[in-house]
């Protein structure tokens, strides 16, 4: 059974039709409560993430420098020679331990395993999934493998959201909001981003922009990126030129680059599926051991020829970000880090997909740069302001997050003149690759388990009508005291809902035809309000239609009467399920074609 959080004003039709007890109307008193929760969230969550990249930093210098130490290390300077190629295996073997013998949803970036817990699972997840995610990952990436953290912090959080909310007894409802919290926080944390934790939250998992939901997912990202600020203060991640556009005429190069991501961004999503399906049909015993195995192999020769697509590659996104690698350098890089992400992760291991689709996008948009520069070199401003653009696109249109990446990308340049090129490029990329591929990244494999998964959310038909709007207004009374024997010859059978009120017109109940005619002859003196029944919603006009509709699920009903709000229950319109489905109708011609009817005129 679906569980709605029903607010105490929402108790009785009275109590909303007042005008005067606005408390609790447009946001429950229990967000309150739950705001407190979202608070623990992001604190915890925001300690995750900083535990998961000090995990990353130790296994680094453990695997590529042979030394115990959480200093910050860049795995491409190692000097292992040949020898590294055998460091990935070591990952992808934990990893795949961990995901055969304890648990499966640790394979893979994470997102859509947070998906489907939200979509599917009431926003349940496991002790395990908080405790092995981190563990995994920190393997995987301090071996070599060529993610990013926020994935799996992403997953992390939320499973610490969830586990929180179940273990207060909370609704499946406020289960996601703090599971998102946890979510927002991870996010955060790991990139000093709080605006992107927030809407990574509402694209990725939320899927709505409420004020219950909202208010405490963005408590969450604040403190999740506080705790990042203690520990490593307020510098930006990735610290770059002050970027400006030369004119609007520059526009054009980024709406161009927009598209170039745009083909790289469905190059990666159809290269993933593709080894995703070649891996699992791998014909080896205990395929989810050695199949992140195989892969982390690939990764370590194509490592070997390329250092750069090692670990999270953080230096090589600020290298690209101030113009210190040739173009054939970033061209390189790019294709090496592209083909080291999709086998490792087809493969089965874990990791994030952010991090890597900065390189990606980074790279060739700075070429993109270099060489527009060449022919255009009054109109191209800074090469390394296009790998800004197209790292912004690729993930934006890989994960169909726009917004959250737009966002994320200002945050981290803190410039606030990347904002327009920002939206030109990463816009057109999203809309390019959402006209050629049905699935993004973060859905391709739920898709592929048979699950329905849409990214794109509107506010429902239901929350947008009034209920006066569907109701109908023509309609017959029955008054009270009638006798039954008098109201039968008179009562047309056509009449499917009909209100019984008093002397003063006041709704006292309903009948319907089969109440009439399945009273016995004898009975025929009853007065109508004897027979009246009491299973219907009382609404007032201006109610939303959603709300009328929970009312009557609640009651498990199909009528409601429409009533004066002034206090005298005299009904003014009737309505039944079947009127509110019309709405589906309506919506359908209002996308389509000009209405035949408004819906006013019901």
């Known amino acids: 059974m679906v569980e709605f959080p029903i607010p105490a004003s929402a108790a009785t039709p009275e109590s909303r039709s007042s005008k005067k007890g606005q408390f609790g109307v447009a946001l429950e008193p229990e967000v309150v409560r739950i705001c407190g929760f979202a608070l623990l969230v992001g604190l915890v969550s925001g300690l995750a993430a900083q535990a998961l990249l000090e995990l990353i930093y130790l296994f680094t210098n453990i695997f590529f420098y042979g030394r115990f130490s959480f200093a910050i290390t860049n795995p491409a300077y190692h000097h292992l020679g040949f020898w590294v190629i055998l460091i990935p295996p070591i990952g992808g073997l934990v990893a795949g331990a961990m995901i055969y013998y304890w648990e499966p949803t640790l394979k893979g970036h994470g997102i859509p395993e947070a998906m489907e817990s939200v979509l599917f699972g009431h926003s349940r997840m496991r002790i395990r999934v908080a405790v092995l995610k981190p563990l995994a990952t920190a393997f995987a990436i301090g071996t070599g493998g060529p993610f990013g953290a926020e994935g799996p912090i992403i997953q992390t959080g939320a499973a610490l959201g969830s586990l929180f909310g179940q273990a207060i007894g909370l609704t499946p409802y406020y289960r996601r909001v703090l599971l998102a919290c946890g979510a927002a926080g991870g996010m955060a944390a790991t990139f000093t981003a709080p605006l992107a934790g927030i809407l990574v939250a509402i694209e990725l998992l939320l899927f709505e922009l409420r004020a219950r939901s909202f208010i405490p997912v963005a408590l969450a990202s604040v403190v999740a990126t506080g705790v990042r600020i203690y520990f490593v203060g307020w510098s930006p991640l990735f610290p ?24 790289v961004s469905i190059g990666m999503i159809r290269a993933l599926s593709w080894l995703e399906d070649f891996f699992d049909n791998l014909p080896v015993k205990r395929a989810l051991i050695w199949s992140p195995v195989i892969g982390a192999l690939i990764l370590g020769v194509i490592g070997y020829f390329c250092p750069q697509v090692f670990g999270t590659s953080y230096d090589t996104i600020r290298d690209m970000l101030n113009d210190r690698l040739t173009i054939g350098k970033l061209v390189g890089i790019s294709v090496a880090k592209f083909w080291a992400l999709v086998i490792s992760l087809g493969s089965g291991t874990t990791g ?13 948009g700075s070429a993109f740069g270099m060489i527009c520069r060449h022919f255009f070199p009054s109109v191209v401003s800074d090469p390394a302001f296009y790998a800004l653009a197209a790292m912004a696109a690729v993930f934006g249109s890989i994960a169909r997050a726009p917004f959250t990446s737009i966002v994320f990308l200002f945050e981290l340049s803190h410039n606030p003149n990347s904002l327009l090129p920002l939206i030109v490029c990463v816009m057109i990329a999203d809309g390019f690759v959402r006209l050629f591929s049905r699935d993004s990244i973060m859905t391709i494999k739920l898709v592929k388990r048979g699950l329905i998964i849409l990214q794109d959310y509107s506010v429902p038909v239901l929350m947008r009508a009034r209920v006066d709007q569907v109701m109908e207004k023509q309609f017959n009374v029955i008054q009270g005291e009638d006798e039954l024997r008098k109201v039968l010859p008179t009562f047309a059978p056509k009449e499917t809902l009909t209100p019984v009120v008093n002397k003063a017109g006041g709704l006292v109940g309903i009948v319907e035809p089969h109440d009439l005619l399945r009273t016995e002859p004898p009975d025929h003196h009853f007065r109508m309000r ?13 109610e939303s239609v959603d709300r009328v509709h929970r009312d009557m699920m609640l009651k498990d009903t199909e009528n409601v009467v429409v009533v004066e709000p002034d206090g005298s229950r005299k009904p003014i319109g009737i309505v039944r399920a079947n009127d509110i489905l019309q709405l589906r109708r309506w919506l359908m011609e209002e996308e389509t074609r000009e209405p035949k009817t408004d819906v006013n005129e019901h």
């Open 530 to 542: 004897e027979l009246a029944r009491q299973d219907f919603v009382l609404a007032y006009p201006g």
């Open 352 to 364: 994030g997909v952010f991090a890597p689709s900065l390189v990606v996008g980074g790279g060739l």
């Open 240 to 263: 770059a030129p002050a970027f400006k556009v030369t004119g609007t005429t520059e526009l054009w190069l980024f709406g161009l680059l927009g598209i170039i991501m745009g083909l």
